[in-house]
């Protein structure tokens, strides 16, 4: 029985009418002067705190932990004011998803697997009402590695129960083959939605346990049990 569900969050709990990219581009203007700085940033799988990286290295500018913070707090700024002037929603499902969680006769932990840094992702989620349900997680301020931060989420999330996790009571649920990698790394069960960065047919290659347009198609009973 799965005790701990992990929810990456662009593509597959929402979209933000590309709200944090815009966010970033922003910030890279503002803090280094460097306009136009997202458009050689691959973003889908990714974890913030690596794209910032990327970019700093590829513009010779230091990587050190005062422009990582510079950065963050610009970022952070613009990510909010984006959100109110950009569309964006949930994914398909995902609101009852989240009821029909916590309506099981033993309702898991909900937590996050996000590549966002903490603030971005509870800016994000907040705005569009779904903050509340989650109490654990692993962020893209933890590490840049998404395998790792899926390793800093599992331990979070066996806290919640006195004792380590066995990865089948671990659901991850995700919108790219890096989110499935990132399940498998943690010998989690993995469940891959079409409602982000890859096609269904791409998501279907990389063997997770579910591979679905979106959240209407599986029934979370069926997932958890």
């Known amino acids: 029985m799965v005790r701990l569900v992990l929810f990456d969050i662009d593509g597959t709990l929402i979209h933000s009418g590309g709200a944090g990219v815009r966010a970033f581009g922003r910030a890279f203007a503002m803090e280094f002067g460097l306009p136009h700085g997202t458009e050689q940033l691959r973003f889908a799988g990714r974890t913030d705190s690596g794209l910032v990286r990327e970019f700093l290295t590829l513009h010779g500018v230091p990587a050190t932990a005062e422009n990582f913070r510079r950065f963050c707090d610009c970022y952070v700024h613009w990510l909010d004011h984006h959100l109110h002037e950009l569309a964006g929603g949930a994914c398909p499902g995902v609101g009852e998803w989240l009821s029909a969680l916590g309506a099981l006769p033993e309702p898991p932990v909900l937590g996050l697997l996000t590549g966002n840094i903490r603030l971005g992702a509870q800016i994000k989620l907040r705005h569009y009402g779904l903050w509340s349900p989650f109490c654990t997680g692993g ?52 469940l891959a939605v079409a409602t982000g960065g890859s096609k269904l047919d791409e998501l279907e290659a990389h063997r997770a346990d579910w591979a679905i347009p979106d959240l209407t198609h599986l029934a979370p009973a069926e997932a958890c049990r």
Do not use: K, M, Q
């Not at 009571?169 to 995700?174: D, K, P, R, S, Y």
């Open 139 to 190: 962020f893209g301020d933890d590490h840049e590695d998404r395998n790792e931060i899926a390793r800093i989420a599992h331990v979070r999330g066996s806290r919640s129960f006195g004792r380590p996790l066995h990865g089948e009571e671990i659901l991850v649920i995700g919108d790219t083959p890096l989110d499935i990698a990132c399940g498998r790394a943690i010998g989690a069960r993995c």
